[in-house]
């Protein structure tokens, strides 16, 4: 269990850590959901608990409970629902579940909240939840709540490193290079890089149909190859993604009425 | 009134176009939102309806009421909640509007449903609205239901001459040549071009913040320069548009078994 | 496009009518249901929406985006859900869009709302959703939300005028008379007067029933014969309608506290 | 105790009825809300239920237990929500109760109901939640529920009876000759005519507002005077009441085919 | 009816209570559930409807409409959902409309409110509704209100005279001894005891299993033998819950304060 | 991570478990609550999630993520709401999370779960969604999900050893004795035996009272001293919790109708 972690504190210690100011609670939001033959189910929970425990330890943070089921998985992002163990909540579940969470880390002064999102469906819920808990707790509550989806914090130049023939775009990096390659640095024991399916990049049409098409979809559930990826360029996003994810969200809550300076924005990508 | 409008239809007229069969209903969904000075609030109704009658015109379809209202606008694509008049919807209220719309039609035999959105921020609660309501259809439902963020269907070739020098990306493109053009096209005396800003494109940070930050967004609301914008670039994007969406549509509900085999994929570009 | 439209303004315009002071918003709200063979799916919004406008001339309104879905049409006052294209929405759902609408454009400070109602079905829905808005704002909100059924102006002078041989009374009056003559003059392109049934009033149980019955409604949904329907009985009753709306809404808001005095009543009507 | 009340059975008994067949239950809907200072605040509720008792006496009925509270109290309909006692439910939280109610009664064989409502207020909300029950039930249910407004009942010729002086309409009948009439028949011990407050009719303008305005009603609650309440007339009322509801009610279920007749239709007022 | 039912009370007479202050609220809440075949389905609502008048009449209190349905029965504490007559609600409707009453007695100036539960699954979801209601008045507000389940004021000594034999628990106490002998005692016309079945303590899995077996549960419903019930044990019963509840609840709204000290427990009890 | 963990499955290998038949899906559900300064936080979540990879050991189940977050603290069973740390749902929002999770693990065939609660206050949202997710399925569905309160499973034979001196009885389990020797045998390295405060029982009211009051907790938030916890009680008890559910998992998934026989039920406990 990391030290970092609020399940692991006592509440005397956590009340310490809110009384000695400035303290940070950060909540990883994941999935259970399909990622091919070689990553596991809970992968998005686990790399999104990764880089916020990293971030912790850099920020002095605090990671809360993760929450571990995300939104219904779509075919062009996730590879949909039809594959044996996608297990997903519906969109309103989520919002109240973000909602309340943030609402009662804030109720107790925890005021700078980060929700890390690491399944790409979970975007737009996480968003309604943390508004609702925003209105909730009304306009003379200090409540800072920052929404980062880390893959967001990847740079031109880390992309090109990671992507040597071309970036393919987030789209398809559904259990593709980046999330295998941070799996492999972060949780090598639960990546199978024998079991990567060989497949060209999908093409999807510009458009959704629902019921979901199964058969838009390659049958390993992968939609571009992940043979490329490696612990190393793993560790280089790691690595990239902790320091600037970590440097914008002291930034952000530092100093808050810099920000408004257009000239600040760029050094915080 | 459009002839092709559903509201303009007795229900008699409807009917028949039920029993002849193949009736196709498009469900045009916007916004009330702030699009700079140049453009009305409900730009995003607007534009989703004219494309939706375009699209109608080809392919002998029906147009349902429009959703005029959307979800909340969020900084880094629509300016945010902060200018007067942006007027939105909780994004469960969003949910439920769609679900029950998608659920009536579908009740009354009309299977083929596109949801054809013109607000950025819409996107995943349409999703989930029609993802209940084709679980409330259940299993021996017929109904199929696309989802169309038209400006998806943009290719690389129009977007080259649209931006001939070069293009900043749909996040960027609120209030901006894209909306601009097609507005200037489609409904030229709501469009102000002298009142158009000379902005530079906004640089965002990689996240999101919440309660939103005013200060992130220009004064004028404007996220990029919609200064190159034309009645002529309107028209060449409405035309493509309307031909790729109108195709797509009909090969989906017609040809739904062939869409398996993955080479028609890019066809429907 | 209407200039009174909310749709048709920019942020700015919009601003600028909120910071004269004095602003009032009508949101008209209709339905998407049978009328007869004679008259479109979209009259209730079509007839909200014309006398918003009308009503918003007299009195520099400004009209937000029809509300174009309403509650489940009834039998004894609608024809009922059976009706191809009739299209409608659960209670709750409207309830909630309702009140988004007018909290949302309370939080940006027009706290002189009118919710103009065309659709019988829809009056307690929609009372629900403003005082659900009225209840977020707070005690210390300025918001004052005026809930008009449009035909409720209609004094016995007028109906006598209308309905020489006597009036058959509101429950009957759907696509008859009074509905078939105001979109005769608001919208005659949209009538077919040689369509209109020539039916007797019908006569309803005094109770209602469900699953609704379909065999209690005339084949055509007409409730009542609108065969005495005329574009100069419309004009009768759209001018009466407008003035005495108008006037009720400027005495309201610009007198409410001599509202008190009950002798003030009657000239509202 | 009530022998035909459902909540002094043993669910033996119950299952017996049931298994007879025809089993017909009656839910009273009432209110907690202001009846002036001459009635009680449970006048709705005592009415509805001793109504459906009669009724149920005549057809075999069971009577379940009593909604109690209702939806809010509007001005012109009830007087209010400012009146201390008047205790009111959300619309969504009506509309629940009796879905839950109607559904788990037809889950267990019940499946010829009477919604039988005694508050104004309450008819969409009862509406809908009986319209969700039917839907949750399916389409193969033989589930069937009536819901009687029992006023609606009142022909003319009893109106002319207990008003010889002119009936104001239901709108003003609030605490007035005929409640007050039906609670000096079926509860005289909860009446004090000495208390009935002598007031003209009140005049309400054409529309509603919101916050509620007190002003608009007169401090005692009631809308019209009760003075000509007689327990004679309750009497009356109750007698036809009885009568014409059950006849409705036995026809209803009984002949539901022969009911498409329209000519059957006068009969069952 | 009884003089200290709030449904008796005119608003006159609810209004000087209130304004008399100290004005204390019951809200009883039951359950339409079997209850064997020797005691009625509405046993829950009738004994918590008699447990809370008898209160009231030793604090002068006043007893609000009860709220008749409950949550769904358990096999293990009620028999279950399958006994002909169990009509329950789901939780989220019980949630709210408790949440509704106690936020609407308390804006009007009641803050001082009981809610005297007779139904052993419905404890939560009473819960749930008070801590929302008193989360919707804020945290300036004065309201307090109690939740009590009746039985838990049953003392040892008292337990072991109406169990000679032993206690078996509250768990197996359905339709058993404890709610025989007090409707034996309040309500002697309502009970059966010719029918009590003789049965021996059910024995229950540790844990539950769903969908609910009906398997599980005795086929009268009763999971106890009522055999040793009497109105004497029934009196017994009455007279102390009464006493004590009475006092608990005047001590808690008067002394509010002394309650910290922890040796004040024990005499609440 | 745990080779049983359905997080660290591949959808190939989850795909795989389904198909061999059988398959047993556990879900652990905690919370984030104060449990006294030597236990941490997420106690509650961290046994009930040990237990739950002890049982599944036992029957080759499957451990679903854990549900990190549960129903609000209670002043008698978990201290309460105002320990700093406790993070906590809206009971609605808990019922919604656990409907959907049972629902999609159902929706693909895993028919087979168990709800493996240990936060006292989860256990009736808990239900709620369970019975929900069971009826969202339908009566043709193969869903059977057990609820099991894993302390619920220790017998009075355990109770007396690890209690030498007497079992207070779970309500003042919290923090105590129970959880402080699981937890010492099952994370040592979170407990602080060094920290356990050394309190009498807490002495409650029979009844709950809202706003909670802080001051009938001791303020450390232990209900009864921990002092005599030890891992070797620790280690007693989690053997006997996992072989008693492990067997009463496998016997009521593989002999359920051999459930129904009465003298089957004390061999499971």
Redesign the interface.
Known sequence: ?HPL????????E??QR?QDGNAIVLIPCGA?E?????????TD??LSTAIAQSVAEQISGIV??????G??S?PKSGGGQH???????????L???I???VR??AR??ADQIVVLNGHY?N???L??G???A?RDMGSASK???????YW??LTENILAQVFPDGFPGFALEHAAVMETSLMAHY?P??V?LD?IPDVPP??????????Q?P??VPAS?VLSSAKAATAEKGALMADHLTR?IAA?VQR?FQLSSA??A?NG??A??
Request: proline share 6%; glycine share 6%; net charge negative.
């Open positions: 269990m972690m609020m399940g692991s504190l006592s509440w005397v956590y009340q809110l259970l399909q990622h091919g033959p070689h990553l596991p189910l809970g929970a686990l809360a409970p993760t929450v571990s089921y939104y219904k779509q594959f044996p163990g996608t297990t997903s909540l519906d969109g309103n579940s919002i109240q579940m909602r309340d969470v009662e880390l107790q002064g469906e975007q737009w819920f968003t309604e943390i508004e609702l925003v409540l800072r709540v920052m929404r980062v989806e967001e914090f949780h024991k639960l199978r079991l999908v093409e999807f049409p510009a458009y959704d149909v629902y019921p098409r058969e838009w559930g600037t914008a952000e920000l408004a257009s924005m760029a915080l990508r």
